[in-house]
């Protein structure tokens, strides 16, 4: 099992383009959710997706989207990536109380 | 709405002294309440959760929490801290499986030798 991927690991972008965020989990699942981590502020809700199919706004939504493409996978993009953006993404997926997370995704929006 | 306070964004401990983080919450439900820790670039791992069954919940590598309804807390606790302890941690609070996990700020914890 290898829980909870994202990719890429490491990303720079420049301001205005665009990126698509890659989670999957192999743990069947229903939940699953984007956080970004700023210092400071613990961890903030993006987005989440309770079932395939289903999306809702988190805390932070503003200049994301998100695809529940199956059940395994669920992917976070920035249209147009601001500085503001700058942040650690994770993804995280859970059956009932407990959350699962990936490693994260470091991303510099210069 | 949920929240949760941190009391303290730094803790300082020598090696083999006590550990206490301090949460306080907030929800219109019976909540559920985690901790989770996150070694330096590392992701998050849970240490301990609490469902509505004991008050006094045992985790891994020696910690343990108390939750008290009258104080709205989940102090988390160790009898003995270890270099490899250092880390950060956070407190959660959740009233809706599945759905709305609400994250603290962050106890950032340093443990001297």
């Known amino acids: 099992n290898a829980g909870v991927t994202q990719t890429p690991k490491f990303q720079v972008l420049k301001t205005g383009q665009s990126m698509t965020l890659q989670c999957a989990q192999d743990m069947n699942h229903n939940s699953m959710y984007w956080y970004r981590q700023d210092p400071g502020m613990g961890l903030r809700l993006i987005y989440y997706?309770?079932?395939?199919?289903?999306?809702d706004k988190g805390e932070v939504p503003n200049g994301y989207n998100v695809s529940r493409l199956n059940k395994r996978e669920f992917s976070l993009r920035l249209e147009s990536a601001a500085p503001s953006q700058t942040s650690v993404y994770f993804c995280?997926?859970?059956?009932?109380?407990?959350?699962?997370f990936g490693p994260g995704t470091r991303l510099t929006v210069t | 709405a949920q929240s949760v306070t941190q009391l303290d964004s730094h803790v300082s401990v020598s090696e083999g002294t006590p550990v206490l983080l301090r949460c306080n919450y907030s929800?219109?439900?019976?909540?559920?309440l985690f901790w989770y820790v996150q070694h330096p670039n590392k992701g998050l791992q849970l240490l301990l959760k609490?469902?509505?069954?004991?008050?006094l919940v045992k985790g891994i590598n020696g910690f343990e929490a108390e939750f008290k309804k009258s104080e709205t807390s989940f102090h988390l606790t160790k009898p003995s801290a270890h270099m490899s302890d250092a880390a950060e941690y956070f407190c959660v609070v959740s009233d809706l499986p599945g759905q709305n996990f609400v994250f603290g700020p962050g106890t950032r914890l340093s443990v001297l030798p």
């Open positions: 995280a997926s859970s059956v009932g109380y407990e959350q699962y």
């Open positions: 929800s219109s439900y019976s909540p559920s």
């Open positions: 609490y469902t509505s069954a004991a008050t």
């Open positions: 997706s309770a079932s395939e199919g289903t999306t």
